[in-house]
C-alpha cells in the first residue's frame, strides 16, 4: 500500500480520470468504464463505510484501479484498509508515515482471504503444511 502524507497530496491528478465517492454513494451504480482511479472519504475514522465501498470496488465489481483512503485515516485502520481493497492512503497530517509504514510491515500475510486475495492462505498452495487433507478416500468410503 502506497502511503502518502497529507501536506504532499494533491487532489488534481494529471492525466488520470478520478472519482470521488461520497460515502452515500452506492459504487454498484456508479459507471466505472474508464475511471483510472476512485477516491473514498473517511469523514471521520469511526465511519466506516468506505471500507465496504472498497470492498464492493474491488472484489464484486472487479476494479482493476486505484482505490484510494482520504479524510481522517489514521495509522490503525492502514491493514483493514489493505485488506478491503484499498492501494493508497493519504495520512491525516498529525500521523506519522514511518510509523504507518512500521505497522505495514509488520504482517506479511493473513489466514483468512481478503478483497484482494480471495484464498484462504491454507488453500494458496496444495504443498501447504496447513492445506486441507486429501478427503477422496473418505468420500469413496459413503458412497
Keep these: ?19 470521488n465517492l461520497t460515502n452515500e454513494a452506492d459504487p454498484r451504480t456508479v459507471a466505472l468504464a474508464g475511471v483510472d482511479r476512485v477516491e473514498l472519504n473517511f469523514p471521520k475514522f469511526t465511519d466506516g463505510r468506505a471500507f465496504s465501498q472498497a470492498f ?5 465489481l ?3 484501479g486505484e482505490i484510494c483512503a482520504t479524510g481522517d485515516v489514521l495509522i490503525d485502520q492502514l491493514l483493514q484498509m489493505q485488506r478491503s481493497g484499498f492501494d493508497t492512503a493519504v495520512l491525516r497530517a498529525d500521523q ?30 496444495p504443498s501447504s503444511p496447513l ?10 468410503a459413503n458412497a
Design 96 to 125: 506519522d508515515i514511518a510509523l504507518a509504514q512500521r505497522q505495514l510491515d509488520r504482517f506479511s500475510g493473513f489466514y483468512q482471504g481478503d478483497a484482494v486475495t480471495s484464498a484462504p492462505l491454507f488453500a494458496a498452495s
Design 56 to 60: 464492493l470496488l474491488r472484489r464484486r
Design 1 to 19: 500500500m502506497k502511503l502518502i502524507a497529507a501536506h504532499a497530496y494533491s487532489t488534481a491528478a494529471s492525466g488520470l480520470n478520478v472519482i
Design 131 to 140: 492445506a486441507p487433507a486429501d478427503t477422496t478416500r473418505l468420500e469413496g
Design 62 to 64: 472487479g476494479f482493476q
